[in-house]
């Protein structure tokens, strides 16, 4: 009896001290309107809440201390955006939905306070010193007003720097003071060389970055820093293979940063092959995979995370890789195999109902294949659908008939979906002759190459 009284007494102690925190935000002149408020995970942001303001245009969100210390936004108007930090204290933000940055008044919070004002001041600064390097470089030297910049930079360059230090040591043990330092941008005086002053950025680039601290998941933190530094290697003026090589080794300094870190590792590596996935830098995203894969050993563990299947899928199934073989039951009981299409291109569309790019890319993946030449490219749809009941009343709504499609109601954990380490939809896979030839992103894409090989006819 003493036990249960404890235990009902520990309860309600939770419950009791599960604080609750109030986070507002009034926009002049945005009354009565719908805001979103999304929490940040890297280069994404994920859907928290959608608010509706009142009519002096002030929303108010609930948070408690399960949610996650990090970055957030609220979102408005023609995607105008105000970022904050929550670190389980009350904030209240006041300004206006024409021009929010510029207008922002923090109201309440301590971590925002500091935030904001770092980027206030930081901007400035930034402004100063990139206009006094520009005067410095190009002036004569033989000139007294050198002499005068060059003293005016280091002045700008020394108080920008005990700006920093103090608004991090007035935020000891805040988030927003690790987020300020982390943030901080690197000057280097103009008496070096262009060249020089870029080598030793690169150097000293990630010199306040902690890399074990994960709070920076939920920050932009990791993956700005990661773009930025890229960009430093990647000269305009060089030939592409030249750019390659530059932003190999980039990678290299990212890896060596990071892999001691696994979970921080994990993060970048996915982060960076999606980038460069999307930008079609096949050889970059090849390179990643195959320096994660010498890292982790991901065959044989039950369930791959999504990282992994990434990183697989592109080792594997890269361009001129045999496509693994298949035996599926399309939704009408026929058995497909890869061998059944040893002399056509065979196009592997994977897809969701519940994804929305899938929903608007399946019926251009059905208008396209009224055209192709059907003796010498075969279209199969893959679908990772838990109901096949779903599929069918999709392609009854598109009005699509007469489409090979496959849905073995298991999801991700399908045979061909594993065997080909899909980790993502929709995902379209060019196969002739039993080896992949082709991968594109979109099916505008896939159309041109089509069109290329004149497998249709427009």
């Not at 993956?223 to 990647?234: D, F, M, P, R, V």
């Not at 980038?275 to 970059?284: A, D, R, T, V």
Request: aromatic share 14%; proline share 3%; hydrophobic share 40%.
């Amino acid at each position: 009896m003493r036990f249960l009284i404890a235990f009902s007494l520990l309860l309600c102690a939770n419950f009791i001290y599960s604080a609750e925190y109030s986070v507002s935000i009034t926009l002049k002149g945005y009354s009565n309107q719908k805001i979103y408020l999304l929490k940040v995970f890297g280069d994404k942001v994920r859907y928290k809440d959608s608010l509706l303001t009142n009519v002096n245009g002030e929303a108010v969100a609930q948070f408690n201390d399960k949610d996650i210390v990090g970055m957030y936004k609220f979102v408005f108007g023609n995607e105008n955006n105000i970022e904050f930090i929550f670190n389980k204290e009350d904030i209240k933000i006041r300004t206006s939905a024409q021009d929010p940055l510029r207008n922002i008044e923090i109201i309440t919070s301590r971590e925002n306070k500091l935030y904001y004002t770092f980027l206030s001041k930081q901007a400035l600064f930034k402004r100063k010193l990139d206009l006094l390097t520009a005067l410095v470089d190009g002036y004569p030297q033989n000139e007294p007003f050198y002499k005068t910049s060059f003293v005016e930079f280091e002045r700008e360059r020394t108080a920008y720097n005990h700006f920093v230090d103090s608004i991090v040591l007035l935020g000891s043990n805040s988030f927003a003071s690790k987020l300020i330092n982390a943030k901080r941008e690197i000057y280097v005086s103009p008496s070096l060389t262009a060249p020089l002053r870029n080598e030793y950025i690169k150097k000293h680039y990630f010199d306040n970055i902690n890399f074990a601290d994960t709070s920076f998941f939920y920050t932009d933190v990791f993956t700005h820093k990661a773009i930025s530094y890229l960009g430093l290697w990647a000269s305009r003026n060089t030939n592409p293979e030249m750019v390659e090589l530059q932003l190999k080794k980039a990678l290299d300094t990212i890896i060596a940063k990071t892999i001691p870190h696994p979970a921080t590792f994990d993060f970048m590596i996915e982060y960076l092959i999606g980038g460069f996935e999307s930008m079609q830098y096949n050889n970059l995203v090849q390179y990643l995979a195959d320096v994660y894969s010498n890292t982790n050993s991901c065959e044989g563990e039950g369930e791959k995370k999504n990282v992994e299947r990434k990183v697989l899928y592109h080792k594997k199934l890269a361009i001129g890789k045999q496509a693994p073989n298949f035996s599926v039951k399309t939704i009408d009981d026929k058995t497909l195999q890869l061998t059944d299409f040893n002399n056509q291109y065979l196009i592997l569309y994977i897809w969701a109902t519940h994804c929305s790019h899938c929903q608007e890319s399946m019926p251009d993946m059905y208008k396209l294949s009224k055209f192709v030449q059907k003796d010498k490219v075969a279209i199969v749809t893959i679908s990772v659908d838990k109901k096949k009941t779903d599929v069918s009343n999709f392609f009854k709504a598109k009005a699509i008939i007469d489409l090979p499609t496959v849905c073995d109601e298991l999801s991700w954990d399908g045979k061909l979906i594993n065997d080909y380490n899909i980790y993502a939809t929709p995902t379209i896979i060019v196969i002739k002759d039993q080896k992949i030839v082709f991968k594109p992103m979109e099916v505008s894409q896939l159309a041109e190459f089509l069109q290329s090989k004149g497998l249709v006819n427009f």
